[in-house]
């Protein structure tokens, strides 16, 4: 008699069916990953989206603030305007005073003085008639006033009415015929701010100094034979910064053909 033994056989999963089953679980972990992070990128995604609305309205709110700081800093030097001057006086006090000051320093020469009250930045334009020609009259800084009178240079200030002849002149010169050739302390008239038109020349004084106000020093006439004809006038223009004023042009305005 035979006898086997036949011992235990275990029969394990065939290996194809194990690469199988690897792959589909790879494949089913893959998916789930590819839809997570699909889902992360969408998620992502939106929220940049509404990041970026987001910044769109503060950048919107930001050039809203700027345009209503501009405005309230506007507001804000309007009102300066109005509040009296350490002196007690108005504005418009004050600004008389200060002219009335020019012209004793004018009629002294004495630009040393004078110079204080010269627009920092701007410095003096000259004209010699009513017209202000911003392109051609010549402007004088603060720092040149102190020289003025013995500075011994030509300038070009303009050319004269009538002939159109060059004002080739030194400014001593100048000074006599274009600045302080009448006694305009004395003038019987002083004007505020409101420009006149006198005779043929044109008045483009607020075109010219949008940001500035006037002062105008007019004498009616000199000799009577020339029944008002000889009329002159003296305008100062200020322009204000950090709270103070300061001259920026010297007009000179006579009779024009």
Known sequence: MEIYNRGNKNKGVSWPIVVVLMLITAFIAGGAAFFWQASMLNDTY???KVLNNELKNVKSDKDNLEKEKSQLEK???SLKDQIPQDTGKGRREAILDKSDEVLHMLKDKDMSRLSKLVHPEKGVRFTPYSYVDINKNVVITA??????????KKRLWGSFDGSGDPINMKFSEYYKKFVYNADFLEAPQIVFNQ???RGNSLVNLKEAYPDALSVE????GI???YNGMDWKSLILMWEQKDGNWYLV??????WTI
Do not use: K, R, W
């Not at 720092?143 to 011994?152: H, K, P, S």
């Not at 020093?217 to 009616?220: E, G, K, L, W």
């Open 46 to 48: 939106n929220e940049n």
């Open 75 to 77: 507001d804000v030097q």
């Open 143 to 152: 720092a040149e006033f102190t020289g003025l009178m013995a500075e011994t």
């Open 195 to 197: 420009p006149v038109q």
């Open 217 to 220: 020093y007019h004498i009616p």
């Open 223 to 225: 000799d009577p034979q």
């Open 249 to 254: 042009g010297i007009i000179h305005s006579e």
